[in-house]
């Protein structure tokens, strides 16, 4: 019976603690997903077999991988959103782990040694406008996945 008095400040409780929990968890949040980046990232790095001019070389040291060669990220969050490596002669394969890469725009690795097939994952990309994989040895079909990516406006696969 005390129930009618009690929900507006029940309520008002609830709106005031759905207002602060972004805040409070916000940090905690992007600093995971920043891990899963950076996990990404030194995958990528690991699925490279050969870097002949190391432009990897300043990757997975203790430097923020948002100055790693190659790679930019977005202001705020520090989430990475610009992968380009063209021309520089890396072999290797193509981690699934790109998929993690959730806010990446542009993916650029025109010009490489990479071989095996595209990695379905990439389908999770949704942000992804540019995919510039040309000249390398990939093989395979266009992962169907690839309709995930709602954003693509280039894509260069020759
Ligand atoms: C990638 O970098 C090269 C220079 O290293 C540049 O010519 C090319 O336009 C860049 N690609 C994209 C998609 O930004
Ligand atoms: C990233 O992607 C891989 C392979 O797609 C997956 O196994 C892994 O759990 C993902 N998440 C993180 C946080 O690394």
Known sequence: MELPLLLPSFM??????????PLICEPHLSLLNNLA?????????????IDPSNVLGDWSTNMNFCKWTGVSCSKHMQRVTYLNLTNTGLQGKLTPHLGNLSYLQVLALRNNRFHGSIPHE???????Q?????LNELEGEIP???????????LILS
Request: glycine letters at 4%.
């Open 12 to 21: 008002l409780i609830l709106f005031s603690f759905s207002m602060t929990l």
């Open 37 to 49: 980046d950076r996990r990404a990232l030194l995958s990528f790095e690991d699925h490279v077999s």
């Open 144 to 154: 169907a996945s690839i309709s995930g990516c709602k954003k693509l406006q280039r």
């Open 122 to 128: 990439i389908g999770s990309l949704y942000r992804l």
């Open 130 to 134: 540019v995919l510039v994989i040309s």
